[in-house]
């Protein structure tokens, strides 16, 4: 069945005083999202600066995975881990069209990147193909990346490329399977001039998605690409 937007909704959610999804209570800093709760969200910290897998201890050294195999894309952000309540958060999102999360998840990603990432010149949230399109009613990863945007003000695209192979779902699939799945599902529509584009994802798992993306970017000329997820799995 096919989500569409219920536009009163979210106009309320904007005219309405913040209110903490997760609790109820009051939210701060103009998000529904209290203090208690956001401080009790997981984070991803230690990890991989290259693919964003958590580690136990500090270090500058990529994970032994990005030695053995260096992924396409650059750097990964990735704020918090795929767990507790944030898993809820993008959970409800994507499956139960909680609109509402996705300016909590964007708030909380720019937050995240404005002071430990690079701006790059712009964002491209994952496409999703048009059949999964039509049968969910939006893009999770374009409605968190409409809030980055606003909030970064940074450039938004949503044209140069597409996902023109309906992939199956991932969630159950081990990273072999994964990378088989993606394999040349996306394509470029439109020549891309900038150097550096940050690719927006709600949650990262293997990484397999944003690295098929980062590799048509690389060989389009796009000289450095970021991952900026609101989690990591």
């Not at 937007?5 to 959610?13: G, L, S």
């Not at 994970?63 to 958060?89: E, I, K, S, V």
């Not at 990262?204 to 389009?220: F, Q, Y």
Request: proline share 6%; net charge positive.
């Amino acid at each position: 069945m096919k989500i569409g937007y219920n536009w009163i909704d979210i106009i309320q959610d904007y005219l309405l005083p913040p209110t903490c999804i997760l609790c109820g209570n009051t939210g701060f800093a103009s998000r529904d999202l209290c203090y208690a709760c956001y401080i009790h969200l997981l984070r991803n910290n230690p990890c991989c600066y290259r693919c964003g897998e958590s580690f136990e201890i500090e270090t500058e050294m990529p994970c032994g995975r990005c030695q053995n195999q260096t992924p396409a894309y650059d750097r990964t952000y990735a704020p918090f881990t795929h767990q507790g309540a944030m898993r809820h958060l993008i959970t409800s999102l994507k499956f139960h069209a909680q609109y509402k999360n996705a300016r909590l998840l964007g708030q909380l990603l720019a937050e995240h990147v404005k002071t430990t990432a690079e701006m790059p010149d712009r964002i491209m949230p994952v496409p999703l193909h048009k059949a999964r399109y039509r049968q969910r009613g939006f893009n999770q990863s374009l409605e968190i990346a409409r809030t980055v945007a606003r909030e970064l003000q940074l450039p938004l695209d949503l044209e140069s490329c597409r996902r023109h192979r309906n992939t199956p779902h991932q969630t159950d699939l081990p990273a072999k399977q994964r990378r088989k799945n993606l394999k040349n599902a996306f394509s470029l529509v439109k020549p891309i001039q900038e150097g550096h584009i940050a690719i927006i994802d709600d949650v990262m798992t293997t990484g397999s998605t944003v690295n098929e993306l980062a590799t048509l970017l690389k060989k389009a000329g796009v000289g450095r690409v970021d991952v900026w997820a609101c989690a990591r799995a």
